[in-house]
Each structure stands twice: as structure tokens, then as C-alpha cells.
């Protein structure tokens, strides 16, 4: 996670790549957000995830973290609104009691992007 003053200044790909493969991380790698503080619980995030090896719209385990730290940093509390680079709004509640986080939860817009069915001979 990354703390930033001017979020849409920032090379997503190329800096979240040469953080995802830090030797740091290895094997697995990791995602990569990049968070500005737009005001008090009010976050705004850009994320390059791992596997897809790119920016994504929206990434959930993204926004909680950046909540948290933010909240473990004295930049926010809960609930914390968290806005991604595809413009939907989450809201991350949380618990912080006694040096750990408890109940934390996550609420946001969800749509079924695409069904689809693959037939058993496919698998073989």
C-alpha cells in the first residue's frame, strides 16, 4: 500500500509491477494499491493486481486494506467510504478494540458481469 498526494499522477502498471515482483514478495507476488486521503474516511484508490498484471476498476480486499491502514495511520474511521478507479463506491465498517480490528465488513454496489456454461468435455 501506497500513500500518495496526487493519485492520477501515478504510473499503475509500471510502478505496481516493479512492486508486485519485488524480491520481497516472491513467489506469490502481491497486489499493489495506491491510495490518496481525499478527506476525513474518504479514500480514493487505484490497484494493480496481480494475475491480471494491469490496473482493475475495483478490488475489495484493496479497499478494506487501504481502510484499515488509513484508520492505523490516523486518517480515517469507520465507516470509511473507499473509491475506486471504476467510480462505485464501498464502505468499510469496522471494529478497532483493544489493538485489532473486529467485525469488519464490506458494502458496495454488485452486478452480474457474465453467465456462462462450459460443457464437461472442455475440462478434458
Given at each position: ?40 474516511d ?40 473507499v ?20 467485525e ?21
Amino acid at each position: 500500500m501506497v500513500f500518495v498526494q496526487d493519485l492520477e499522477g501515478v504510473d499503475v502498471t509500471g510502478m505496481g509491477r516493479k512492486i508486485r515482483y519485488h524480491r520481497s514478495f516472491r513467489p506469490a507476488g502481491t497486489n499493489v494499491d495506491f491510495v490518496k486521503v481525499e478527506g476525513e474516511d474518504h479514500l480514493r484508490i487505484r490497484t494493480y493486481e496481480r494475475g491480471v498484471e494491469d490496473e482493475t476498476l475495483a478490488c475489495g480486499t484493496g479497499a478494506v486494506a487501504a481502510a484499515l491502514v488509513a484508520h492505523l495511520r490516523g486518517l480515517g474511521s469507520s465507516p470509511t467510504t473507499v473509491v475506486p478507479r471504476g467510480d462505485e463506491p464501498m464502505q468499510v465498517y469496522y471494529r478497532y478494540e483493544e489493538g485489532k480490528f473486529v467485525e469488519v465488513a464490506l458494502e458496495g454496489d454488485v452486478r452480474l458481469i457474465y453467465k456462462g456454461r462450459i460443457e464437461e468435455e472442455a475440462l478434458w
